[in-house]
């Protein structure tokens, strides 16, 4: 695991952006996947720019969901297709026939989760996995306790998630109470997984996930597990790692030939 600390949001934001554009230009139509919230948005924000300045050629590249809410209706604005398509596929000028992605309306929720994973595999599998980490350690939808095999099921969501999520909506009661997640063990299969973290709130978390024990707990510590995650924070998220100085020390040193 690689940890690389930036002076904040926007810096992280950047960081990633070139990563992905770095990934594109090699692989044109390279499989990104993506997660929603507010801690992505400097990356979506950057990309785009890229696009838009022609620094980068995206018009072949395919975007998949980390999860999605189940029971919103389609076209709900907070449905996490919604968001993508908005935040994502819309401003790197992508159609929707770019885009994988959960149906969180299905009758048969569980035949769903079986059919994204069957969807992930058959398009040749995650190239870059973005991952945000909640205050209590999960990734995705993978909350405290999720078994670290896990494929793309249906979750219950924790009464601290609903409360972090409930800001989208226009009354914590509109929070669903499940979703689908792509599991860890699916997450795990990506082939490089870039996790952003930003703010002192996530501070705890990160450190736990990164210096911590592999342990179920902290869903995100599974990342030690797999052979090339980078984990982008900015400094207060970086407060409380006790190898701070040894990161900044090894990026540093890091040839510029070998990206994140």
């Known amino acids: 695991m690689e940890v690389v600390i930036v002076p904040d949001a926007t810096a992280g934001g950047e960081l990633i952006a070139e990563a992905i554009a ?7 139509d390279a499989l990104l996947g993506v997660a929603t919230g507010s801690t992505p948005l400097p ?12 620094e980068v050629d995206a018009s072949r590249a395919r975007i998949c969901q980390l999860d999605e809410y189940v029971g919103l209706p389609a076209g709900h604005p907070e449905s996490y297709r919604s ?20 149906d969180g309306t299905a009758e048969d929720v569980q035949a769903a989760c079986e059919a994204y994973d069957s969807a992930l595999s058959e398009a040749g599998g995650v190239d870059l996995q973005l991952l945000g980490i909640g205050t209590d350690g999960h990734i995705g939808f993978n909350e405290p306790c999720s078994s670290l095999a896990s494929r793309t099921r249906i979750k219950t969501l924790t009464q601290q998630t609903r409360e972090d999520n409930a ?18 063990g699916t997450i795990l299969e990506a082939r490089h997984l870039v996790l952003l973290a930003t703010g002192e709130g996530k501070a705890d978390a990160v450190a736990h996930a990164v210096e911590g024990p ?5 869903p995100a510590s599974a990342l030690q597990l797999h052979p090339h995650a980078t984990v ?10 006790k190898l701070a100085d040894y990161f900044r020390a090894t990026y540093a040193a890091k040839p510029e030939w070998q990206g994140i």
């Open 167 to 184: 800001r989208f909506f226009d009354s914590p009661d509109e929070v669903p109470h499940h979703v689908i997640t792509q599991g860890i």
């Open 22 to 28: 770095t990934l594109v230009r090699r692989k044109p």
């Open 232 to 241: 982008v924070v900015d400094e207060a998220a970086a407060s409380k790692l």
């Open 214 to 218: 592999v342990a179920a707990l902290v």
């Open 83 to 102: 968001v993508v398509l908005r935040e994502v596929v819309e401003p790197l000028g992508l159609g929707e026939d770019a885009f994988l992605g959960p």
């Open 43 to 54: 990356i979506y924000q950057a990309l785009s720019a890229k696009v838009r300045a022609g």
